[in-house]
């Protein structure tokens, strides 16, 4: 069952249905980082596929699932187990990733990459693929989160949107100046989630 474990999805369709396109485009790219019960990426191809009908429309979504134990946050977070906190963070694993598949098998704009943000970047290194929409909610370090978007920020185009989740437990400034250099600016804020694009 296609899932999420946040709030906000509102706004991320909002950010899809007001993706700003200086011409009709050819084709649309857009991927989710972090994928976990998919509601994410449902809910972007929904909002792109309600804009465009007939359209060579692909969706990249990336997660290694496996119970890969990676480091969630900058410092030293704590989850909440029961009535206890712990320094043990949650996992996703691969029954999580096969009834995810099922639930996409049928779409024919999602692809699904079963790994790593770097080994995707590094397996798409040399590639040309502009992307127009992103939604970052794989690790929310500071170091994760600023690869990948200055990653995604040099396959952009004018009017690209990078959504990141959690900025606010990252260091948001940091984030924020390195892509002012590929002429990124924050143009709106929720509680987790923030957009940017490129002006
Ligand atoms: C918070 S969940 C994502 C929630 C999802 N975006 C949603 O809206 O429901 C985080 C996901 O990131 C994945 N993940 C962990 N490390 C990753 C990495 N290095 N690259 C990509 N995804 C990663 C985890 O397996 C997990 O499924």
């Given at each position: ?9 509102d ?13 009709e ?33 692909v ?79 794989g ?61």
């Open positions: 069952m296609i899932r999420g474990d946040s709030d906000e999805y706004l991320i369709k909002k950010w899809c249905e007001t993706l700003p396109f200086f011409s485009p050819k084709s649309i790219n857009t991927c989710e980082v972090g994928v976990r019960e998919g509601l994410g990426s449902q809910i972007i191809m929904m909002s792109i596929l309600s804009r465009f009908k007939k359209i060579d429309y969706h990249d979504a990336i997660d290694p699932y496996g119970d890969l134990e990676y480091k969630h946050f900058d410092g030293n977070p704590r989850w909440k187990n029961g009535d206890e906190w712990t320094s043990k963070a949650p996992t996703y694993s691969n029954e999580m990733r096969d009834q995810m598949i099922k639930d996409f098998a049928t779409n024919p704009n999602f692809k699904f990459y079963n790994m790593t943000d770097i080994q995707y970047m590094n397996v798409f290194n040399l590639t040309k693929t502009i992307y127009d929409l992103v939604f970052l909610d690790p929310h370090t500071t170091q994760a989160i600023l690869r990948e978007v200055l990653w995604f920020a040099e396959r952009s185009r004018k009017g690209t949107r990078i959504i990141i989740d959690d900025y606010q437990l990252c260091n948001f400034e940091v984030i924020r100046a390195a892509i002012s250099y590929w002429g990124f600016k924050d143009i709106e804020k929720g509680k987790n989630k923030v957009c940017f694009e490129r002006i």
